[in-house]
């Protein structure tokens, strides 16, 4: 059996194009342009390649982009200053701080100074605890991404067995609790999990985000299994190139799962397309205007 390749950036197309409509529309009714704003702290490589990218799709669905860039060693002060002013900015609707912050940065801290409704990443404790008990939030835009291609392909997850392997607060906990909200049987894998080649063989859904490159061997994946993987890892190609692979074995796995996304081109660009989704929502929600499906 060879896997369907679930197409996370034909999908990302499409959301863009929903969300340049909203953008749109917004726009002409009530005159009001929807802004992101991405505060990027130090200098990491990977960091500065994730906020260009945000905020030039940012820009080419319609939206405002106000991108601040501060030195590595900005104190917390100033940093929680900026938030603060962010917040209280009427042209700002969504504010996203991007992590990993320098080590002498409380991540907590800050990221609990953007006020919730703002808050497009959905790392807020508001809004894990919205989640968390079924009501509205701001829901992190990796797991929504990979929610959005589930519900694409399968329609209904009620009663599917789906197993998130990895449990950060950015990914798995967050996706654990959507595919919960979805009447999946949630089942979340970690470092310390016992026998992990088991439990992810009794999976309808396997979610993985973990950060190891290729660690999912094809004969964990039950027959017809839908797979998503979420890692993203840079492993040594050819003539001294680099070259990205997820968390999952692709070749093998494609050979018995049902469905699959592939790395890349699956669930990084679905990412960035509902950030931009949720800086709408955000948006329609300060305005009082009807939110985007
Ligand atoms: P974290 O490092 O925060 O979490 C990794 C999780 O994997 C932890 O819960 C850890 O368990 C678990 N883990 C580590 N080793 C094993 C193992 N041997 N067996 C089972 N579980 C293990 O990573 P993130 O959640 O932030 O990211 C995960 C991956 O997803 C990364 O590759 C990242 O680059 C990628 N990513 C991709 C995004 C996208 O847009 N496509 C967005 C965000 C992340 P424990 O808690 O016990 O340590």
Request: charged content about 20%.
């Amino acid at each position: 059996m060879s896997a369907k390749i679930i197409d996370g950036k034909a999908f990302a197309a499409t959301v863009r194009e929903k969300v340049a409509g909203h953008v749109a529309h917004i726009k002409q009714e009530r005159g009001i342009t929807p802004g992101l704003a991405v505060v990027l702290v130090g200098e990491d490589p990977a960091s500065a390649v994730y906020v260009r990218n945000k905020g030039k799709q940012t820009v080419e669905v319609g939206m405002a982009s106000f991108e601040h860039k501060l030195a590595a060693d900005t104190s917390e002060e100033a940093l929680l200053a900026l938030i603060e002013q962010l917040n209280a900015d009427p042209e700002v609707h969504g504010i996203l701080v991007q992590l990993p912050l320098p080590a002498h940065l409380n991540s907590d801290l800050v990221i609990n100074a953007i006020d919730p409704a703002k808050d497009v990443d959905g790392f807020h404790i508001s809004n894990v605890g919205l989640l968390g008990t079924g009501q509205k939030s701001m829901v992190p835009c990796t797991p929504l991404g990979c929610l959005m291609m589930l519900r694409d392909h399968h329609g209904s997850l009620s009663g599917m067995d789906a197993v998130v392997v990895g449990r950060s607060n950015i990914v798995g906990k967050p996706m654990a609790q959507l595919l919960l909200g979805d009447s999946c049987t949630v089942t979340i894998a970690h470092s310390r999990t016992k026998d992990l080649a088991e439990v992810v063989r009794r999976a309808d859904i396997v979610v993985a985000a973990v950060g190891r490159p290729e660690m999912i061997p094809g004969d964990w994946i039950k027959e017809g299994a839908t797979v998503i993987d979420v890692g993203i890892n840079r492993v040594p190609g050819d003539a001294g190139k680099t070259r990205l692979v997820g968390d999952v074995d692709y070749a093998s796995a494609s050979e018995r799962a049902g469905a699959i996304t592939p790395v890349p081109g699956g669930v990084g660009p679905m990412t960035i397309a509902c950030l931009l989704a949720n800086t709408v929502t955000a948006c329609c929600r300060a305005n009082g205007l009807p939110e985007p499906e």
